[in-house]
Nanobody, 126 residues
Framework: QLQLVESGGGLVQPGGSLRLSCAASAFTLDDYSIGWFRQAPGKEREGVSCISANGDNIYYGDSVKGRFTISRDNTKNAVYLQMDSLKPDDTAVYYC???????????????????WGQGTQVTVSS
């Protein structure tokens, strides 16, 4: 069974950057599209970005467009989320997930994903 593990979270000042990683155990990620989500306290889980298995299709949520960049390195079995120009509103637990189907879609919704990591905390604060 595919298992996903996120890493790279932490505390960063507004305007700073972080890079999150999503790794898989027992499976190679190059067979899977991967999405990133986040959930802040008291808020619904929000789709951040998704990348197709071959990297040809990439989508972003409106709140992160122009600031976050998703990428993948199938030789390292990892998917990354580079987060720049971070704001306090970006504070949340960030999750990577694999979708039920093979592809990403422009609308990144949690119900379309079936396998989730445990999450990594990102806190943006001065």
């Amino acid at each position: 069974q595919l298992q996903l593990v996120e890493s790279g979270g932490g505390l960063v000042q507004p305007g700073g950057s972080l890079r999150l990683s999503c790794a898989a155990s027992a499976f190679t990620l190059d067979d899977y599209s991967i999405g990133w989500f986040r959930q802040a306290p008291g808020k619904e889980r929000e789709g951040v970005s998704c990348i197709s298995a071959n990297g040809d299709n990439i989508y972003y949520g409106d709140s992160v467009k122009g600031r976050f960049t998703i990428s993948r390195d199938n030789t390292k079995n990892a998917v990354y989320l580079q987060m720049d120009s971070l704001k306090p509103d970006d504070t949340a637990v960030y999750y990577c997930a694999a979708p039920r189907g093979p592809l990403c879609a422009p609308l990144i919704i949690p119900a379309a994903f079936r396998t989730w990591g445990q999450g990594t905390q990102v806190t943006v604060s001065s």
